[in-house]
């Protein structure tokens, strides 16, 4: 199916290398660590590989696959009301399906593309995944599939009263996760113990409308968990839950996530919903670098270091790499600004519209189009295209069109709901990709090897 298409890739070339780890990727975006900066073979080697797989999910999700060793795992829903949640492992050598857990939502609601669908992404690591499944529950189940230990947050906590739903992933440390429920009414963060599934501590969430994730950043003697919510920009202690900084003022921010620089620093991104247009000005000094650091009475403050001037980020999060700052809008255009200084570089559109958070390899930025369309540009200050494919060629029927917006929604709703098939989360480990549609899952060799493959 897709021959034509990889054969057209002569010149694209992606890692060759698998990660650090080599077979695992363990959350959503990989905790941010999204610069894989690997070697590369030449061109002249192995391009970009053929699909070794597809398999279908039952239901439909929005969430990213995570890995680890011979599994990788996804989320769905289905049903009418958004009835039932699956948890499903499949073989990453030939994706067969493992096995799957069903669960009921305890917050049934009708399922259109306005409310998140199975949108939060699992962590998994050696013991096992943990699932937040944004109905309301939290599951912990082994590599096998088997329950470990089990809550139920609406029964705990009340109904989860989001106009457009909990898209948030789950963040995890060694011994805990992070759940962020940014609900209407009583908004709250937990961190959660991964052994016993017992709260470490509860507190009040950002209070403000989001879809982004929590994010462990790293500073000066350890992390600070920042939620980005429209309206601010938080940062608590992953240890205790107490409230080290907020930052105020931003406009747009609620759906990329925070993507670590180290030093205390981060990217955030911020979007109008609407792409370019002539509000956009003002939401876009909101997409910069943010440093956290001391003031000089010992007190946590976060401050800009540099705004962008009129660069967006969407639907996916901005990305750095190359001494470059990446951010894709929702028409896919593309702005490449000076990570020191946020000078920008240069300004093209790409294939498709954008809606999951680019990667980059040692020479490249990969770029993943909501319509199945994978493009590369060679990392630096100029602009350079190294080629594109067509993850799907088949276009199953569009959903049905969902009624009108009401106006009133304005820029505190969604940025607006995709049409027809929709690339939502990528996951790359053992010299492979895995790419998530709706309600498909594929398996793309990435290597320079084709014997680095199975």
């Known amino acids: 199916m897709l021959a034509g298409s990889l054969r057209a890739l002569a010149l694209l ?4 290398a698998p990660l650090s780890a ?3 990727w363990t959350s959503f ?3 941010g660590r999204l610069d894989l900066n690997e070697t590369l073979a030449a061109p002249e080697g192995s391009p970009f590989g053929p699909q070794l797989w597809s398999a279908k999910i039952r239901g439909y999700g929005q969430s990213s696959p995570v890995l680890w060793k011979e599994k990788v795992f996804v989320t769905s829903i289905e049903g009418p009301q958004r009835d039932d949640y699956h948890i499903a492992a499949f073989d990453i050598a030939n994706g067969n399906q493992l096995w799957e857990t069903v669960w009921r939502n305890p917050s049934p609601a009708e399922s259109t593309s306005y409310i998140s669908r199975a949108a939060s992404t699992p962590a998994v690591d050696e013991n096992g995944l943990v699932c937040f499944l944004e109905g309301g529950l939290v599951v912990a189940l082994n590599h ?13 906590y009340g109904a989860i009263d989001s106009r457009h739903g909990v898209s948030a992933s789950v963040e995890q440390q060694a011994d805990r996760v992070f759940i962020w429920v940014e609900r209407a009414t009583d908004p709250y963060v937990l961190a959660i113990d991964k052994a016993t599934g017992k709260d470490l501590w509860k507190v009040p969430g950002a209070q403000g409308t989001s879809w982004s994730s929590p994010r462990l950043v790293p500073v000066d003697g350890g992390d600070h968990l920042v939620l980005s ?4 920009l938080t940062g608590l202690d992953p240890k205790s839950g107490e409230l080290l900084w907020r930052l105020e003022g931003i406009v747009g921010n609620s759906t990329p996530t925070p993507i670590p620089l180290g030093g205390g620093r981060f990217l955030i991104g911020a979007t109008d919903g609407r792409g370019e247009g002539p509000a956009a000005g003002k939401p876009a000094e909101s997409n910069g670098v943010v440093a956290i650091r001391k003031n000089s009475e010992g007190k946590w403050n976060a401050e800009y270091v540099w705004r962008s001037k009129r660069g967006t980020s969407s639907f996916g999060s901005p990305i750095a790499a190359g001494g470059s700052a990446y951010l894709v809008n929702r028409t896919g255009v593309l702005y490449c600004l000076d990570l020191e200084t946020g000078e920008e570089r240069y300004v093209e ?6 809606w999951c958070t680019p990667l ?15 493009s590369a540009i060679s990392k630096g200050p100029e602009f350079k295209s190294l080629g594109s494919m067509k993850l799907w060629t088949d276009e199953p029927p569009m959903e049905p069109a969902p009624p009108p917006k009401p106006a009133a929604e304005g820029r505190g ?3 607006g709901p995709p049409s027809g098939p929709t690339l939502y989360g990528v996951a790359i480990a053992d010299g492979k990709l895995f790419a998530r549609r709706g309600e498909t899952l594929y398996c793309l060799r990435y290597g320079a090897s084709s014997e680095s493959a199975r």
Not at 144 to 156: A, K, P, Q, S, T
């Open 413 to 415: 709703g969604p940025p």
């Open 29 to 31: 975006q990989n905790g």
């Open 144 to 156: 096998d599939g088997n329950m470990r230990w089990f809550r139920n947050l609406v029964l705990e």
């Open 349 to 354: 559109r790409t294939p498709e519209s954008v």
């Open 360 to 374: 980059a390899d040692k020479q490249s930025v990969i770029l993943f189009g909501k319509g199945g369309t994978i």
């Open 13 to 16: 070339v992606f890692l060759s």
């Open 229 to 232: 919510a429209v309206g601010s």
């Open 22 to 24: 080599g077979e695992a």
